[in-house]
């Protein structure tokens, strides 16, 4: 039996983690025993309140791919059969503090501008920017966020150029990066807040894999 964590850990093993933390903080409490803990972990129930969103919000967009698992690798190392079978991805949309606002699973044939779409339409939330990487340089993203009245921050492909067709956010990146370099147009807009989403992403496949 496994103690219900992020780490997955043996009973045994949470003990001495615990223990461990308890020392490097200099804390003295006693750390219930693995067999406390497995009688406990029968009848304990706990239940996380979500923290909640205040005000417009910066929604920051960004997926991975989740493997999609059938009969297992076992399987099909044994009986020849396939074990892979696909993969998906999960898109997220995610505020300033890291906490999902939105989320889209996609097959493979969906792109990350209209998945990107359908999370910034799920917000019920005000939202005052939409950060987004490359993936996202797209009409359909400048216009839903357009519609929200929220600024797109979404860096414009490599040797992208003015034009009469393109929105006129991406226009005004466009112009923004031809005056001074890539980097210097990510301090200013603060595209570094997609680092937040990636972040999520992180704590989302050591707690849950990235099997389906």
Same mark, same amino acid.
């Given at each position: 039996?496994?103690?219900?964590?992020?780490?997955?850990?043996?009973?045994?093993?949470?003990?001495?983690?615990?223990?461990?933390?308890?020392?490097?903080?200099?804390?003295?409490?006693?750390?219930?025993?693995?067999?406390?803990?497995?009688?406990?972990?029968?009848?304990?129930?706990?239940?996380?309140?979500?923290?909640?969103?205040?005000?417009?919000?910066?929604?920051?967009?960004?997926?991975?791919?989740?493997?999609?698992?059938?009969?297992?690798?076992?399987?099909?190392?044994?009986?020849?059969?396939?074990?892979?079978?696909?993969?998906?991805?999960?898109?997220?949309?995610?505020?300033?503090?890291?906490?999902?606002?939105?989320?889209?699973?996609?097959?493979?044939?969906?792109?990350?501008?209209?998945?990107?779409?359908?999370?910034?339409?799920?917000?019920?939330?005000?939202?005052? !920017?939409? @950060?987004?990487?490359? /993936?996202?340089?797209? *009409?359909?993203?400048?216009?839903?966020?357009? +519609?929200?009245?929220? $600024?797109?921050?979404?860096?414009?492909?490599?040797? !992208?150029? @003015?034009?009469?067709? /393109?929105?006129?956010? *991406?226009?005004?990146?466009?112009?923004?990066? +031809?005056?001074?370099? $890539?980097?210097?147009?990510?301090?200013?807009?603060?595209?570094?807040?997609?680092?937040? /989403?990636?972040?999520?992403?992180?704590?989302?496949?050591?707690?849950?894999?990235?099997?389906?």
């Amino acid at each position: 039996m496994k103690f219900l964590s992020p780490y997955h850990l043996p009973l045994r093993q949470t003990e001495g983690f615990v223990a461990s933390i308890f020392d490097l903080i200099d804390l003295h409490l006693d750390i219930p025993d693995h067999t406390t803990l497995s009688r406990r972990s029968k009848i304990l129930k706990i239940k996380l309140k979500a923290k909640s969103h205040v005000g417009p919000i910066d929604l920051i967009i960004d997926s991975t791919g989740l493997s999609v698992f059938g009969e297992g690798q076992w399987a099909a190392a044994q009986h020849g059969s396939r074990g892979f079978q696909g993969w998906k991805k999960r898109h997220l949309g995610v505020d300033g503090t890291g906490i999902i606002a939105a989320q889209a699973l996609a097959g493979p044939n969906v792109g990350d501008a209209k998945a990107g779409v359908r999370v910034i339409n799920k917000v019920w939330l005000e939202v005052k !920017a939409v @950060v987004g990487d490359a /993936a996202c340089d797209s *009409r359909e993203i400048y216009e839903a966020a357009e +519609e929200f009245g929220a $600024r797109a921050v979404v860096p414009p492909i490599k040797n !992208a150029r @003015v034009s009469r067709h /393109a929105p006129r956010a *991406r226009n005004r990146s466009v112009k923004r990066i +031809e005056q001074m370099r $890539r980097l210097c147009w990510k301090r200013e807009a603060r595209y570094h807040r997609q680092g937040k /989403a990636e972040n999520a992403f992180f704590r989302y496949k050591s707690m849950i894999d990235d099997r389906l």
